[in-house]
């Protein structure tokens, strides 16, 4: 589990702290200086890393080489660097780790969304979601690698789990007052309850 003030402090706000703790659960550790080496897509044994030193020095020798993921959020190594002395000792810092994974997932899961059309559907949002996973631990989607991608820049909201819990047949007070009766005095205010349409909560016209 994820500490709240990590993710307050560090994660890409765009994406709920409620999914932040799911993709990290899915695809990253709770070790920050964790290096996974997968070469031709199997996986090599590298030292466990006890100092960040450690753990940068097993990402520079194979980065380039070897598909490497380091960090809580096993970020890939390696994007948008030219040269060893390009991945930076933030990579291992959880941080700055859990800021980078977080943008880059939330690019991942836009490039989905807008893939399957950006439905709004909550039904349709877990099958995204465990494609997103996919697409960020093999790197593709689609033909598409995902990470250089182009990030399509459209919001995608999760389904929250309040509307997923709520009873069916339940409604907020607006939504069951008629639009058209508005208390007219701070008199009427205590009044106004009187004036709700309990027939559509009943499910009668």
Do not use: H
Request: overall charge negative; proline content about 7%.
């Amino acid at each position: 589990m994820l500490d709240a003030a990590l993710i307050k402090e560090c994660a890409d706000p765009s994406l709920k702290p409620a999914l932040i703790e799911q993709f990290v659960m899915a695809a990253g550790t709770d070790d920050p200086l964790a290096v996974t080496v997968k070469s031709g897509g199997r996986l090599i044994l590298v030292p466990k890393a006890r100092t960040a030193d450690e753990a940068m020095a097993i990402v520079r020798q194979f980065a380039g080489q070897a598909v490497v993921r380091v960090g809580l959020t096993q970020f890939p190594a390696g994007i948008g660097a030219k040269e060893a002395t390009d991945l930076k000792p933030g990579l291992v810092d959880s941080c700055q780790n859990l800021r980078k994974g977080t943008a880059m997932f939330g690019k991942v899961l836009r490039i989905v969304a807008k893939w399957y059309g950006n439905p709004t559907s909550k039904d349709v949002f877990p099958q995204i979601f465990d494609d997103a996973i996919y697409a960020w631990k093999t790197g593709e989607f689609e033909g598409v690698s995902v990470f250089q991608a182009e990030d399509p820049g459209i919001p995608i909201e999760a389904p929250q789990k309040s509307d997923e819990t709520r009873p069916a047949g339940s409604m907020d007070v607006e939504e069951a007052t008629p639009k058209d009766v508005q208390p007219e005095t701070v008199q009427d205010v205590g009044r106004a309850g009187m004036r709700i349409d309990l027939s559509r909560i009943s499910g009668q016209q």
